[in-house]
C-alpha cells in the first residue's frame, strides 16, 4: 500500500504546485487577457482538491478495510488484541490530520472564489493583505501541512504493513501447527 500511496502523494503534491504556479502567472486579474489563465487555474485548483482529497479519503478507505480484517483474524484465530488495538490507533490518530487538510482545501478554495475579481463577492482582504495574498498565504499553508500529513501517513501505513505481516506470520504458524494448508 504504501508503493501505491506514494504515488498518488507525489501526483497531488505535484498536481497542486501546478495549480500555485498557475496562480502566480495570473498577474492582474482584472485584465480581460488574464481570464483565461484564472479559468485554468480554477479548473487546476479544483482538480488538485477532488484529487488530495481522493488520497486521503484512500488511506481513510484502507484503514477501514485492513481494521475490520484484524478485527475478524484476531478472533477467528485468538490472537492477542494488541496488533488490531495498534492499527485502530494508527487510524485514529491519522483521521484528525486528514480533517484538517479537507478543511484547508476547502478554505483555500472558497478563498480564491473570493478574491477572484469577477465574483459578485466584495472581498479585499483583511490584515493589509488583498484577497490574492490571502488565497496565495493559505494555498502554501494548506500545500505544506498537505505535505506533511502525507509523510505522517506514509509512516502510519508503513507500520500498518508491518502489523498486517506479522498477524499474517501468527495465522501461518497457528494453520502450520494444526496441519493446515498456508
Known amino acids: 500500500m504504501t508503493r501505491i500511496f506514494l504515488t498518488l502523494a507525489i501526483f497531488a503534491a505535484l498536481a497542486t504546485a501546478a495549480t ?14 488574464s481570464q483565461t489563465i484564472v479559468g485554468y487555474h480554477l479548473l487546476a485548483g479544483l482538480g488538485s482538491l477532488i484529487f488530495t482529497s481522493l ?5 481513510l478507505t484502507y484503514f477501514m478495510g485492513t481494521g475490520r480484517w484484524l478485527e475478524e483474524t484476531t478472533t477467528a484465530y485468538r490472537l492477542s488484541w494488541d496488533y488490531y488495538n495498534e492499527t485502530k490507533t494508527l487510524k485514529y490518530r491519522t483521521i484528525p490530520l486528514m480533517m484538517v487538510c ?16 469577477a ?8 490584515w493589509g493583505l488583498t484577497g490574492g495574498q490571502i488565497h496565495m498565504t493559505a ?10 500529513v502525507n509523510v505522517y501517513q ?3 501505513l508503513d507500520r500498518n504493513g508491518e502489523i498486517i505481516e506479522a498477524v499474517m506470520g501468527e495465522v501461518r504458524r497457528i494453520r502450520s501447527e494444526h496441519g493446515l494448508t498456508v
Open 20 to 33: 500555485f504556479a498557475l496562480g502566480m502567472s495570473i498577474g492582474d486579474a482584472t485584465q480581460r487577457e
Open 119 to 126: 465574483s459578485r463577492m466584495d472581498f479585499r482582504g483583511f
Open 154 to 156: 506514509y509512516q502510519a
Open 55 to 59: 488520497v486521503h479519503s484512500v488511506v
Open 102 to 117: 479537507f478543511l484547508l482545501l476547502i478554505a483555500t478554495g472558497a478563498l480564491g472564489a473570493a478574491a477572484d475579481p
Open 139 to 148: 494555498a502554501l499553508i494548506t500545500w505544506g501541512v498537505n505535505l506533511g
